[in-house]
């Protein structure tokens, strides 16, 4: 319910603006294609308080958020439960921070950019817990008892700095333990002495939803960007991907690339879809010589000199006999014939490469690139340099018109699409943020560039296919109307024993706030790696892209067989994959305690992910003197109220209890909804737990589907279910075991109508049956 007039979407008071004009604010009507199926949504029902500031105290429905507030703060009530922050100043300048009072003895997560480009989780208690450029604050509002016997009660107020006109909002802490938040236009010919809509704050009864709650309302408000629910899903997204970097980095080459795909598809878990990333374009690097050491970081200074291939993947007239295709769309034309593939996306970065554009190449010189150097904000200063963003800074960057920006995508996606490539990788974002001086601000600049990224993407590629990189800057979040899929965390680091958990957790968290606008996109990983099965469990349940990066020949085709069926497709989770409610104030990295526990739907069933984070690396960022390398075995209980949803997938005839699947031990118990089970793991080991719910048909037969077990995310294998009488139809897709709860042993099991043996455990009442290897899709019917 709104109950003030809107706002306008400027209520910056802006002065000596930059005169460059295309930067507007659009509110283009939304081209909805619905591909997934709606979430079932839960509004958050709090009417009786707006939020308010009384004697220096933010109060939401008479919660007190925030104490101390300062007298420049302005609150205005959006909603029953919402309201937008700001603040005024008596002066005019380009960046502001404002104090917004103070937060002590609450459990609060933040989601914030340790680096430029990524962004991960920390847990506190306090203002001073907060780090600068967090980007989603969510506390915890405990309500103590009011009478002997009553429960205490939880509920849970989000903080989201927003953008506002052409500035752009992050909050921090001091050392006062005061919340903070810093407005910025990242150009200092763009000022303001006030920022009134600069933070949105919210607040409900579950995180989950107040965050999804609060998402539609902006959505509403901006009209800059699109939830993730209304957006056009790629194809890819269900089919198993291969992507040639941390295969062959920069090295990549298409005899390389075929024998790859080649022993993927020898191996019985065949690529559909293949990313050709950095390594392909015709670039050039002044500062790098041949046959000299590459100094570290120079690769950052390369530039792009066409649009088109490199010699690699292109044969000159005068060239002597080589393995190079004749062009790109020969090599592409070949490996999608010889390997059966659906998508072939190839890498590029948001100016064309890392350095941008070469000023004098004739093939670049109609964008008319200018050689700038970037400036990043002291938000980005105060935690890790990126050392792409320092060699960038050092060496320059291409930069192109904006006003040829169009015409530059428009050039390099027709050509892609010439050579039948389906879409593209676009990374390194954010760098627009540091490029914005004198171009009108980095949200006008982000938003023209966005526009026009997405813009060239619906034009030439039919399937909205775009994976976008190295974005996690709110300029690029809140200005994502079309992108529907955004890489959640900092990279895949094979060889980096101490990042393989941190990038679990990272991307789990930050699907949280993510989760509402993209598909948050896990990265690739190796399948033949010490910690294959933990990144290979975190993506079954993460709802995300399944894809490799494993050279030729190295796979372990025993764990890419629990993620990939024959034909190549994947089982693929309902929702991004978050943590439970119970992970969310926990440290699951470093408290020595926690495990982190990721919950996902099926159609007719859920999914825990279970996962030992500790002992295996720190966060950056955390002041510790003690590095937390030491593995550890941990225990914990799983339930199957750590799904959030479960509602969606329990219907009629449902008992309250359910059939729990662990994954690890292949045992199966009956458990009431509110009820757990004990889990232990070492460090980077992990649980898959399938929840599906018993129901009750002809009043005597308890029923469950678990799906394949013998796959990580065995529901995602049931496609539809019914019951006839005496007799259970279930349809689904994928060879192997499947199993079900049965409270009685079948009498008959047919497959495809043709009669199966099945075996019943009369122990814990598991019943499965085996599908043949040459069945895609399956009718099982059992009879009792």
């Not at 990374?427 to 980095?442: F, K, S």
Request: proline share 6%; net charge negative; hydrophobic share 35%.
């Amino acid at each position: 319910m709104i109950v003030s007039p809107p706002p306008s979407l400027t209520n910056l008071q802006l002065k000596n603006a930059c005169c460059f004009s295309p930067f507007l604010v659009s509110n283009h009507n939304h081209r909805v294609s619905s591909v997934h199926s709606q979430r079932t949504w839960r509004p958050c029902m709090f009417l009786n308080q707006k939020p308010i500031i009384k004697d220096g105290v933010l109060s939401i429905n008479g919660r007190d958020a925030l104490m101390g507030v300062p007298d420049n703060v302005v609150v205005t009530p959006w909603t029953d439960s919402s309201a937008f922050v700001g603040a005024t100043s008596t002066h005019s300048t380009s960046r502001h921070v404002f104090k917004l009072g103070v937060i002590r003895d609450a459990r609060l997560l933040c989601l914030f950019r340790f680096r430029i480009f990524w962004m991960i989780p920390r847990v506190g208690n306090s203002g001073s817990d907060i780090p600068a450029e967090t980007q989603m604050l969510l506390l915890e509002a405990r309500e103590e008892p009011t009478s002997k016997g009553s429960t205490q009660s939880t509920s849970y107020i989000v903080f989201l700095p927003v953008l506002d006109g052409e500035f752009r909002s992050s909050l921090q802490g001091n050392s006062a333990n005061e919340l903070e938040f810093c407005v910025e236009s990242g150009d200092p010919a763009v000022v303001a002495s006030e920022s009134l809509n600069a933070v949105f704050v919210n607040y409900g009864d579950n995180p989950f939803d107040l965050i999804t709650e609060s998402m539609k309302i902006l959505e509403k408000y901006s009209g800059t960007f699109t939830i993730r629910e209304r957006k056009q899903l790629p194809g890819m997204l269900d089919w198993f991907g291969w992507c040639t970097w941390d295969a062959f980095y920069q090295d990549v080459h298409p005899q390389g690339i075929k024998d790859g795909l080649k022993s993927l598809s020898e191996g019985g878990t065949p690529a559909r879809f293949l990313i050709i990333d950095d390594g392909w374009q015709d670039t050039t690097n002044e500062f790098q010589t041949e046959g000299e050491p590459k100094v570290e970081g120079s690769e950052f200074g390369g530039r792009l000199v066409s649009i088109k291939e490199n010699s690699k993947f292109n044969k000159t007239e005068n060239e002597a006999p080589s393995e190079a295709p004749a062009d790109l769309k020969e090599f592409v034309s070949d490996i999608k014939k010889s390997f059966g593939l659906k998508f072939v996306y190839v890498w590029h970065a948001l100016l064309g490469y890392w350095g941008g554009l070469h000023p004098d190449a004739p093939g670049t010189k109609k964008y008319n690139p200018e050689l700038k150097f970037p400036v990043q904000s002291p938000g980005n200063l105060a935690h890790i340099r990126d050392l792409s963003m320092d060699c960038m800074e050092k060496y320059g960057v291409g930069m192109i018109d904006p006003a040829k920006i169009s015409v530059f995508y428009d050039d390099l996606h027709k050509y892609l699409v010439s050579q039948e490539v389906d879409g593209v990788k676009v990374d390194v974002q954010n760098i627009l943020e540091t490029m914005a001086t004198g171009l009108g601000g980095r949200v006008s600049l982000t938003r023209h560039f966005q526009e026009a990224l997405e813009r060239s993407i619906a034009t030439h590629f039919k399937d909205n296919s775009i994976i976008c990189c190295m974005g996690h800057n709110t300029d690029s979040v809140y200005n994502s109307k079309k992108s529907a899929i955004t890489r959640a965390s900092d990279d895949y680091y094979p060889k980096n024993p101490r990042s393989q958990s941190l990038h679990i957790a990272a991307v789990a968290y930050n699907s949280i706030f993510f989760g509402e606008i993209v598909v948050p996109d896990w990265d690739m990983f190796y399948s033949r790696h010490y910690a294959a099965e933990f990144h290979a469990a975190a993506r079954a349940v993460g709802g995300c892209g399944v894809y490799v990066s494993d050279k030729p020949g190295q796979h372990d085709f025993k764990i890419l067989k629990r993620l990939v069926l024959p034909d190549g497709s994947v089982l693929r989770a309902k929702y991004p994959g978050r943590p439970s409610l119970d992970c969310l104030f926990s440290d699951p990295v470093m408290d020595g305690k926690s495990l982190l526990k990721i919950w996902n739907l099926n159609k007719f069933s859920g999914v825990i992910g279970v996962f030992n984070c500790q002992g295996a690396g720190s966060w950056p960022c955390l002041d510790t003197s003690v590095p937390n390398n030491t593995p550890v075995e941990l225990s914990g209980k799983v339930s199957p109220a750590d799904i959030e949803l479960f509602e969606e997938v329990c219907g009629e005839f449902w008992t309250g209890d359910c059939a729990v699947f662990s994954f690890k031990a292949g045992s199966l118990c009956r458990l009431p909804k509110k009820q757990s089970i004990p889990v232990t793991l070492e460090t980077l080991q992990c649980d898959v737990f399938t929840v599906s719910p018993i129901k009750v048909y002809n009043k005597r037969i308890h029923f469950a589907p678990l799906g394949l077990i013998e796959m990580y995310n065995s529901g995602g294998a049931v496609q539809a279910m019914e019951f006839f009488e005496d007799r259970m139809s279930i349809n689904g897709r994928g060879p192997g075991r499947f199993g079900a709860y049965s409270n009685q042993k079948p009498k008959s099991c047919f497959v495809n109508s043709r009669e199966a043996g099945f075996n019943f455990r009369t122990e814990d009442n598991l019943l499965t049956i085996i599908i043949p290897y040459e069945a895609n899709s399956w009718d099982i019917s059992i009879g009792y």
